[in-house]
């Protein structure tokens, strides 16, 4: 879950910036502050002779200066959607009480990210495939959901029946105070979003985000679907999202980098001039549903290597427009700042001698 539900899962690194005591917004970093240096220009020069003035740009800036370009030109690339509004969010679902709970479970704080790092023996191993193999399983059929008038609601509702009738606990629910058991993100919403009243318009794109949590494991994953006729342009954010993270996952292997995901996510989503969200980060997952390695998805110079046997996510935010954001007053739902689309896809892996497993793959 996008923090992405930590933050996507889709874990945050710094404050929000519209609401600095949120929920959704743990791990989130503080903001850039970026000053231009001055530049002096002497207002004449010599007859006949030429003269330039130039100054150093440093790498920082060249970066702001064309994510600015970016984020100006990305808004000609699509037709506005009407804004995102929230409907009416129904009580929260029950739990059979035999079915295992949670540390979490009854509690309205948000829990520390973890520190310990979860690697697994032989054992570990075979409970994180099977509860990863179900979040799977209840993501295809969620997406099976997806069409015009459809709520997400009704999504919500369905994810849930389909998880405690296999014996888990959804994962989301109760984490945090979040009210829902799954996470339902429509058009401009980057993570987090709760299902509610409102039914899925032609031309949507949705994040179903699944945690299930399975004989003391959880397993986490996420994809985002095309509702009706979607636009090319969409389309196209989807799949790079997509791809983003299948190329994030190809470089994992014991003894790899970490840094190196957020080298080869950043590397394709800009040959496509799209943002990569630095707000939002993948986690460690399995006993503890949000714990270290953090995973950046974009370019970064933190340390760190895999090991062998050890299971995180990877679930990297792409938008069409800003990657800044600001969340609703429920202290989850987080829009993008522009009102922008954006995607998201993840999945839990386990790394290996020789790479990853994708524990999620359907």
């Not at 996470?183 to 794109?205: A, Y």
Request: aromatic letters at 6%; hydrophobic letters at 35%.
């Amino acid at each position: 879950m996008a923090d992405s539900l930590a933050r996507s899962a889709s874990l945050r690194l710094s404050p929000s910036s519209s609401s600095p005591s949120s929920k959704s917004s743990l791990f989130a970093g503080a903001p850039l502050v970026f000053s231009p240096a001055p530049v002096s220009v002497k207002p004449t020069c010599p007859k006949g002779r030429l003269v330039i003035v130039c100054k150093k740009v440093s790498g920082l800036e060249e970066a702001m200066r064309i994510r600015r370009e970016r984020e100006l030109q990305s808004t000609k690339r699509f037709k506005r959607r009407p804004p995102l509004r929230r409907g009416r969010v129904s009580p929260q679902l029950p739990v059979p009480d035999h079915i295992p709970k949670p540390p979490y479970f009854g509690s309205t704080l948000l829990p520390e990210l973890a520190s310990e790092y979860q690697i697994h023996d032989s054992d570990g191993i075979a409970h994180m495939r099977a509860a990863c193999e179900l979040a799977a399983r209840v993501l295809d059929y969620a997406g099976k959901m997806v069409k015009p008038s459809v709520t997400t609601d009704e999504i919500d509702k369905a994810v849930h029946q389909m998880i405690i009738e296999a014996g888990a606990y959804p994962s989301p629910l109760g984490y945090g105070a979040f009210p829902k058991s799954v996470c339902t993100s429509v058009n401009e919403c980057m993570c987090h979003g709760i299902p509610d009243s409102r039914q899925l318009q032609d031309g949507d794109i949705i994040n179903i985000d699944v945690t299930v949590y399975l004989n003391g494991y959880h397993g986490d994953t996420s994809k985002t679907f095309l509702c009706g006729n979607v636009s090319d342009a969409l389309k196209k954010l989807v799949q790079v999202t997509e791809e983003c993270m299948e190329r994030g996952i190809a470089v994992c292997k014991d003894g790899a980098s970490f840094k190196k995901i957020g080298k080869r996510i950043s590397e394709h989503a800009e040959k496509y001039g799209f943002g990569v969200v630095e707000r939002f980060v993948g986690h460690g997952v399995g006993t503890v549903f949000h714990s270290q390695p953090v995973i950046y998805h974009h370019r970064n110079e933190e340390p760190g290597t895999m090991v062998e046997g050890q299971t995180f996510t990877i679930e990297p935010i792409l938008t069409l427009g800003s990657i800044e954001c600001r969340t609703w007053p429920d202290n989850w739902t987080t829009l993008t700042a522009d009102g922008s689309p954006a995607a998201q896809f993840e999945h839990t892996i386990l790394i290996t001698r020789t790479g990853a497993e994708i524990l999620t793959q359907s």
